[in-house]
C-alpha cells in the first residue's frame, strides 16, 4: 500500500475534527459552543466522504491507516455525527433541567464521535479496542443528560455491561498476540496466520467481547435501556453508528481467519446473528415505548447483518450496505422520536395518536424511517436484506434464509402497525392530545430518511466501489 | 521447580480462592475486602516479576494494582457503604449463595477443562488456565448479582483477569500499561461518577429501587 500525503491530511483532519471540536465546545458561550460542535461535525464529514472519493488505501506511521472497510464505516460515522450535532440544538433547548450544560454535551459528543473515527482509522487491533472501550467513558454520561433515575440505571448497566463485554474482547486479543506475535490488523489480514485452536478460540472470545457492544444475544441487555433513556440524538448515534462501529472491531479480528471460514466460525456467527434478529424482532412486539422498540429493531439488524458477514458472498456485500442505509433511516427514526417526545413528554405508545395532523413533518419522515429501518422496498436496507437472503440460498443454506425472512416479516410488522397507530390513529380521549409540537428537526430526519432511500434506488458513485472493495477485503463479493 | 514458578503458583492458588470466595459471600464489606485482597495477591506477582526480570513496566503496573484496585476503589466502596447502610448486604443474593458458590465451582472446572483442550498447547506455562478461570469467575459476578456495588467488584475481578493473563502469556503485548490505565480510569469512572451522579439524580439515598437493578 502506497501513503499519499493528500489522504493523510483528510486522516488527520478527521481525527482533529471532533477533537477540536469537543475542546471548544467548551466555552461559554452556548452559541460559539453549538458552532464550534457544528463546524467540527461538517469538517469530519468533508473528511470522511473525501477519502472515500479519493479511495486511498493507505497506512501512516505504525499505527494509523485506512482502506474501504474503514472509508466506508467513516463515512457512516462522520454523516450521522454531523446530522446528530445539528438536531441536538432543538432537543436540548426543550429538557427541563438537563444534568449536562450544553457545553459539555457537546465536547462529550465530539468526543464519543473521536472515539468511533479514532476506532476506525486505527490498525492496531489494542488501539481499536482502546477506541471503543472510549466510546463507553465518552457517551455514558450523555445518557443521563435528562436526569431521570431511569436514565442513571441505563448508564450504569451500559458502562458496566459493555465494559465487561470488552475485558472478554481484551483477552480474545492477547491470545491473538501470544500466538501471532502482531496485532496490526492489516498486516495479518494480508498474511493470515494459519487456522489453530488458539486463534478459533480468540474470534469466538472477540465475538462476545465486541458482540455484548454490538447487542448480541444474549449480551445486549444494556441496549434497549441505554437507547430509550439517552437524549435522542444519542440514541441516534447509539443505534446508527456506535453499533456498527463495534461490529467492525469485530471483523477487524474475522478478517484474521484465512478464506475460506472454517465451518466452526461461520455456524458461531450464523447461529449468534440469528438468534439476535429473531429474539430483537419478537420482542420489539412488546414494547410499550417506542424508543425501545426502535432499540430492539436496531439488535434485529444487527442479527442480520452478522447473518450476511457469516455467510460471506454477496450477504456480506448486503450485510455492509444495510448497515450503512439503517445508520441513516434509524437516525431519522430516532429524530422523529424526540419530536414525538418533546411535543407528548412520553414515549408511551399507548398515549400518542395523530401525529398526522398535530406534526405532520414529524409524522411523514417517522412513516418513511420507520418502512426503511424494517427493510421496506425500495430503501437501501431493503436491498441489503434481499442480498443477505439471496446469499443465503446461493449457499445453500436455505433454512437460514427462511429465518431471515422471518425475522424481517415479524420486524416489519411490528415496527409499522405501532408506527402507524401513533401516526393515524384517532384520539382516544383518555389523554387530550396536544394540539400541536414542535417539528423543528424534521428536516434533518426527512434528510436522512432520504439517504436511505437514495441508497436503495441509486447507483451512487464511489460508495458502491468502495462497498464492493470494503467486501472483498472480508471475503466478500459483489452482486 | 523455579522459584518464579513457586511464586506464580502460590500466588495462583491464592487468587483462585479467593475468586471462589467472592462468590459465596452475600454481604459487601468482605466482598471489598476480598477483591482488595485478590488485588493485593496480583500486584505481589507482578511486584516479584519486576523484580526478577528488571522489568518497569510490570513494576508500574504492580503500583496501580495497589493504588487503584487494593486501595483506592475499595476506600471509596467501603465509603459508600457508611453512607448507605442499605448497600451492606445484597438482599437477593443472599438466598443464592449456595448456588452461587456451587455454579462458580463447576464453571471453574469447566473453565479449567476448555482452556487445556484448546489453549493449553500453546500456553503449556503452569497455572496458565488461572486468568481464564478468574475472567468466567467476574463475568458470573456480573451476571448473577444485582447490588451495584457487587458488581463493580465483579468488573474489578475481571480486570485483575486480563493483568494476570497478559504477564502470564502476553508479557510483550505492545501499550499494556496503557490499556490497564485505561481499564482503571473506567472503574474510576463507574465507582466515582456514576455512582455519585446516581446519589444527585435520585436524591435520597434510601430510594432503594436503585439498589436492585432490574427492569
Known amino acids: 500500500m502506497t501513503a499519499f500525503p493528500a489522504s493523510s491530511f483528510w486522516v488527520f483532519l478527521v481525527l482533529a475534527a471532533p477533537a477540536s471540536a469537543s475542546v471548544l465546545a467548551l466555552v461559554p458561550h452556548a452559541a460559539a459552543s453549538r458552532w464550534a460542535a457544528r463546524t467540527g461535525a461538517l469538517l469530519a464529514l468533508l473528511a470522511a466522504a473525501a477519502l472515500l472519493v479519493s479511495s486511498t488505501a493507505g497506512r501512516w506511521g505504525p499505527y494509523l491507516g485506512v482502506d474501504a472497510l474503514s472509508e466506508v464505516f467513516l463515512l457512516m460515522v462522520a454523516s450521522i455525527y454531523a446530522t446528530s450535532v445539528w438536531y441536538s440544538d432543538g432537543y436540548l433547548a426543550a429538557v427541563h433541567r438537563p444534568f449536562l450544560t450544553p457545553q459539555v454535551y457537546y465536547a462529550l459528543l465530539g468526543a464519543f464521535a473521536f472515539a468511533m473515527l479514532a476506532t476506525l482509522v486505527v490498525t492496531d487491533l489494542g488501539l481499536m479496542w482502546i477506541g471503543i472501550e472510549a466510546t463507553t467513558v465518552a457517551s455514558a454520561l450523555l445518557v443521563v443528560l435528562e436526569r431521570r433515575p431511569t436514565s442513571v440505571e441505563a448508564a450504569w448497566r451500559y458502562t458496566l455491561i459493555a465494559s465487561a463485554g470488552l475485558t472478554v474482547a481484551l483477552f480474545a486479543l492477547l491470545l491473538i498476540y501470544a500466538s501471532t506475535g502482531s496485532l496490526d490488523a492489516f498486516r495479518l489480514a494480508a498474511s493470515p496466520p494459519p487456522v489453530t485452536r488458539t486463534l478459533l478460540m480468540a474470534v469466538a472470545l472477540a465475538l462476545v467481547g465486541y458482540g455484548t457492544k454490538v447487542g448480541l444475544f444474549p449480551m445486549h441487555t444494556w441496549l434497549p435501556d441505554a437507547h430509550s433513556e439517552g437524549p435522542s440524538p444519542v440514541s441516534a448515534m447509539f443505534s446508527g453508528v456506535l453499533l456498527p462501529t463495534a461490529l467492525y472491531a469485530f471483523l477487524r479480528v474475522y478478517a484474521l481467519v484465512p478464506r475460506p471460514v472454517p465451518p466452526s466460525i461461520e455456524a458461531l456467527l450464523l447461529a449468534f446473528g440469528l438468534l439476535t434478529a429473531v429474539l430483537g424482532a419478537f420482542l420489539l412486539q412488546r414494547q410499550r415505548s417506542f424508543k425501545r422498540m426502535f432499540a430492539y429493531s436496531s439488535m434485529e439488524v444487527m442479527g442480520l447483518a452478522l447473518v450476511g458477514v457469516g455467510i460471506g458472498g454477496i450477504a456480506l456485500y448486503g450485510a455492509l450496505l444495510l448497515l450503512f442505509a439503517h445508520a441513516f433511516a434509524k437516525s431519522s427514526a430516532f429524530y422523529c422520536a424526540g419530536n414525538v417526545l418533546r411535543a407528548d413528554g412520553t414515549t408511551h405508545i399507548d398515549d400518542i395518536r395523530d401525529l398526522r395532523h398535530r406534526l405532520p413533518r414529524t409524522a411523514g419522515a417517522w412513516v418513511l424511517a420507520s418502512s426503511a429501518v424494517t427493510g421496506a422496498p425500495p430503501f437501501g436496507t431493503f436491498v441489503g436484506e434481499l442480498l443477505i437472503v439471496a446469499g443465503a440460498i446461493t449457499a445453500g443454506l436455505t433454512p437460514v434464509a427462511l429465518v431471515v425472512i422471518l425475522a424481517i416479516l415479524v420486524a416489519f410488522l411490528g415496527v409499522n402497525s405501532q408506527v402507524g397507530r401513533m401516526v393515524f390513529g384517532a384520539p382516544s380521549g383518555l389523554r387530550p392530545a396536544t394540539p400541536s409540537g414542535p417539528d423543528r428537526g424534521a428536516g434533518i430526519a426527512w434528510l436522512n430518511v432520504g439517504v436511505a432511500l437514495v441508497l436503495g434506488v441509486v447507483a451512487i458513485p464511489y460508495l458502491g466501489p468502495a462497498l464492493r472493495s470494503a467486501a472483498a477485503l472480508l471475503g466478500g463479493s459483489a452482486p | ?215
Do not use: C
Not at chain 2, 144 to 170: H, K, W
Open chain 2, 1 to 215: 521447580m523455579p522459584v518464579t514458578s513457586e511464586v506464580s503458583a502460590l500466588v495462583g492458588v491464592g487468587i483462585l480462592l479467593t475468586a471462589l470466595y467472592l462468590q459465596s459471600e452475600s454481604f459487601v464489606a468482605p466482598l471489598i475486602r476480598g477483591i482488595a485482597i485478590q488485588s493485593l495477591l496480583l500486584a505481589v506477582l507482578l511486584g516479584w516479576l519486576a523484580w526478577t526480570d528488571a522489568s518497569p513496566d510490570l513494576a508500574i503496573l504492580a503500583a496501580l494494582t495497589i493504588a487503584i484496585r487494593a486501595l483506592f476503589i475499595p476506600a471509596f466502596l467501603r465509603r459508600q457503604i457508611r453512607a448507605f447502610r442499605w448497600r451492606l448486604r445484597e438482599v437477593h443474593a443472599a438466598h443464592r449463595v449456595t448456588g452461587h458458590a456451587l455454579a462458580a465451582v463447576a464453571l471453574a472446572i469447566i473453565a479449567w477443562f476448555v482452556f487445556q483442550e484448546t489453549l493449553a498447547p500453546v500456553f503449556p506455562e503452569k497455572g496458565a488456565a488461572l486468568p481464564f478461570v478468574l475472567l468466567v469467575q467476574g463475568l458470573l459476578m456480573l451476571a448473577t448479582r444485582t447490588n451495584t456495588l457487587v458488581q463493580v467488584i465483579g468488573y474489578l475481578e475481571e480486570e485483575n483477569a486480563i493483568v494476570y493473563a497478559g504477564v502470564l502469556f502476553a508479557s510483550t503485548f505492545p501499550l499494556f500499561v496503557e490499556t490497564v490505565v485505561f481499564l482503571d480510569v473506567l472503574g474510576v469512572v463507574l465507582v466515582g461518577v456514576i455512582l455519585s451522579i446516581q446519589r444527585d439524580v435520585t436524591g435520597v439515598p434510601e430510594a432503594a429501587g436503585l439498589e436492585e437493578l432490574s427492569g
